[in-house]
């Protein structure tokens, strides 16, 4: 049960594109493409924006993307915008009913 | 519109106990998987237990068992965290979550947990 593997920080200029990366291994990420990915705000709750590796819930922008490649899991915004500044976590299930968060990526919109 | 409300948190010793609660609203209680997820200050977010719709699976994160369980009652719309033996690493702002789609699908606000001497 160790955490995915994200990069710490990641910054971009508003109209430009990032990617955050979440590493995992073959029993979680490699295993199941049940990743999901989550934004949060400073003091508040975590959003979802990305489930089942590339779906949207109703009403998340498709600024946001998710993918997946081996046991990597990926989400690239695309034009950024200065309100996507914030935290952002990857979720993979790992199997046996349990789940493995990321360490979370810090998100800076110079 | 869906609401999940945590109460319970507190200070405690290490040692000691703490109940947590969620409240849910707007949605049929009984057709969903619940989570709880907690938060360190200034850290990432870890998972920590689910149940199942009818409370009759429930898992846990390594660290936790046999010292935390989760319940529900799905009668009052309301699901549970009972914690003992807290550890000073055990501090941080618990979040009720939902379960849909294989994610968490909507959160609670949070309640802030304290262990310490």
């Known amino acids: 049960q160790s955490a995915l593997t994200q990069s710490a920080s990641v910054s971009g200029s508003p109209g430009q594109s990032i990617t955050i990366s979440c590493t995992g291994t073959?029993?979680?990420?490699?295993?199941?493409?049940?990743v999901s990915w989550y934004q949060q705000h400073p003091d508040k709750a975590p959003k979802l924006i990305i489930y089942?590796?590339?779906k949207w819930p109703s009403g998340v922008s498709n600024r946001f993307s998710g993918s997946k490649s081996g046991n990597t899991a990926s989400l690239t915004i695309f034009g950024l915008q200065a309100e996507d500044e914030g935290d952002y976590y990857c979720?993979?299930?790992?199997?046996?009913?349990?789940?493995?968060f990321g360490g979370g990526t810090k998100l800076t919109v110079l | 519109e869906v609401q999940l409300v945590e109460s319970g948190g507190g200070s405690v010793q290490p040692g000691g106990s703490l109940k947590l609660s969620c409240a849910a609203s707007?949605?049929?209680?009984?057709?969903?998987?619940m989570n709880w997820v907690r938060q360190a200050p200034g850290k990432g977010l870890e998972w920590v237990t689910n149940i199942k719709e009818d409370g009759s699976e429930k898992y846990y994160i390594d660290s936790v068992k046999g010292r935390v369980t989760i319940s529900r009652d799905n009668a009052k719309n309301s699901f549970f965290l009972q914690m003992n033996s807290l550890r000073t690493e055990d501090t941080a702002i618990y979040y009720c979550?939902?379960?849909?789609?294989?994610?968490?699908?909507?959160w609670g606000q949070g309640t802030l947990v304290t262990v310490s001497s």
């Open positions: 089942e590796v590339s």
């Open positions: 979550a939902r379960g849909w789609s294989n994610s968490l699908d909507y």
């Open positions: 707007g949605f049929k209680f009984s057709d969903y998987w």
């Open positions: 073959s029993s979680d990420i490699g295993r199941y493409d049940l």
């Open positions: 979720l993979s299930y790992a199997g046996s009913n349990t789940w493995v």
